[in-house]
T-cell receptor, first 110, second 117 residues
Framework: LAKTTQPISMDSYEGQEVNITCSHNNIATNDYITWYQQFPSQGPRFIIQGYKTKVTNEVASLFIPADRKSSTLSLPRVSLSDTAVYYC???????????FGTGTQLKVEL | GAVVSQHPSRVICKSGTSVKIECRSLDFQATTMFWYRQFPKKSLMLMATSNEGSKATYEQGVEKDKFLINHASLTLSTLTVTSAHPEDSSFYIC?????????????FGEGSWLTVV
């Protein structure tokens, strides 16, 4: 299973763009990269998923370089409600399991 | 996205009793479901992989006789904590792999808080 490395914590202010980078040096060829958001006492919520280049949805963008050894989750104009833990996970699909790393605790202040 | 629901969201039980937590995929069929455990301010720890119609696969260190998992249908998996003790108190989360176009995504339930007194 690909091991991931993320910053333990990040601080930001409302209205700023936040970029969280995750390294996954031994990602497998078939792995997708998925990001989840988790609030206290809730299950993780799917944010975005990609395989390569750039993916954008209504809440975030995901940048994946050509070598796929890292990925960057970009949150535009964060608000206080974006304070949460963010996890990146490579996932092959099928019955393969997701193994969580430490995640990044994002704290957004006024 | 696909919806996964857990029940109950909170449960308190007496030491020595058993408690069951249900995980349902509401709008899709899930041949594979996963059960996690999470302690405060810690990451999720995978306990077992639940496969519909077959035995669950437990992670190293997880007691299969303690944490009974049943995946009897394509929309329901249950986790039963048997002879619960205070150290079993934790946040339990299930997840399921989507089907069809969402087959490469795993969706999580809301989680269930278990307190053993």
């Amino acid at each position: 299973l690909a091991k991931t490395t993320q910053p333990i914590s990040m601080d930001s202010y409302e209205g700023q763009e936040v970029n969280i980078t995750c390294s996954h040096n031994n990602i497998a060829t078939n792995d997708y990269i998925t990001w989840y958001q988790q609030f206290p006492s809730q299950g993780p919520r799917f944010i975005i998923q990609g395989y390569k280049t750039k993916v954008t949805n209504e809440v975030a963008s995901l940048f994946i370089p050509a070598d796929r050894k890292s990925s960057t989750l970009s949150l535009p104009r964060v608000s206080l409600s974006d304070t949460a833990v963010y996890y990146c996970l490579p996932f092959t699909g099928g019955g393969n399991k997701l193994t969580f790393g430490t995640g990044t605790q994002l704290k957004v202040e006024l | 996205g696909a919806v996964v629901s857990q029940h109950p969201s909170r449960v308190i039980c007496k030491s020595g009793t058993s408690v069951k937590i249900e995980c349902r995929s509401l709008d899709f069929q899930a041949t594979t479901m996963f059960w996690y455990r999470q302690f405060p301010k810690k990451s999720l720890m995978l306990m077992a992989t639940s496969n519909e119609g077959s035995k669950a696969t437990y992670e190293q260190g997880v007691e299969k006789d303690k944490f009974l998992i049943n995946h009897a249908s394509l929309t329901l998996s249950t986790l039963t904590v048997t002879s619960a003790h205070p150290e079993d108190s934790s946040f339990y989360i299930c997840s399921a792999r989507g089907d069809g176009s969402s087959g490469n995504t795993i969706y999580f339930g809301e989680g269930s808080w278990l307190t053993v007194v």
